[in-house]
C-alpha cells in the first residue's frame, strides 16, 4: 500500500484545512485509515482512525469536536477535515493504514503503512 498525503500549509488561528490521504496498491487489505501528527521535538501521536467497513470514527480528546475524519472508498481517499485549528495544532501530519485487527488501534506501532506527511502550521 501507498499512501500520498496533501493539503497542509499554512493558516490562521481559527481558520479551517483539510487534507487527504490517497492511497494505492493492495487497498483492498486495508482495515482502518489513521492520521497521526508529530509536533518539533515530540513524540508522534493520534489523532483520528476511522475503518474502511464503517463503524464510529476515533478522535484524539484535544481534536474532538473541531477535526472530523471521513472517507470515499470509491476514490480509496481518507480526509480530516480540521477547523477551530489552535497553533498547538502544528506540526507535521501522517496518514497511515494498518489491516488484521478487530479494533481501530490508536498505537503508531499498529499502523504498518505511512505516508511522507504534510506540514500543518497555525499561526496565532
Known amino acids: 500500500v501507498q499512501l500520498q498525503a496533501s493539503g497542509g500549509g499554512l493558516v490562521q488561528a481559527g481558520g479551517p484545512l483539510r487534507l487527504s490521504c490517497a492511497a494505492s496498491g493492495r487497498t483492498f487489505a486495508i482495515y482502518a485509515t489513521g492520521w497521526f501528527r508529530q509536533a518539533p521535538g515530540k513524540e508522534r501521536e493520534f489523532v483520528a482512525a476511522?475503518?474502511?467497513?464503517?463503524?464510529?470514527?476515533f478522535y484524539a480528546d484535544s481534536v474532538k469536536g473541531r477535526f472530523t475524519i471521513s472517507r470515499d472508498n470509491v476514490k480509496n481517499t481518507v480526509y480530516l477535515q480540521m477547523n477551530s485549528l489552535k497553533p498547538e495544532d502544528t506540526a507535521v501530519y501522517y496518514c497511515?493504514?494498518?489491516?488484521?485487527?478487530?479494533?481501530?488501534?490508536?498505537?503508531?506501532?499498529?499502523?504498518?503503512?505511512w505516508g511522507q506527511g504534510t506540514l500543518v502550521t497555525v499561526s496565532s
Open positions: 497511515a493504514t494498518t489491516s488484521g485487527w478487530s479494533i481501530v488501534p490508536k498505537e503508531t506501532g499498529k499502523y504498518y503503512y
Open positions: 476511522i475503518s474502511r467497513i464503517g463503524g464510529t470514527p
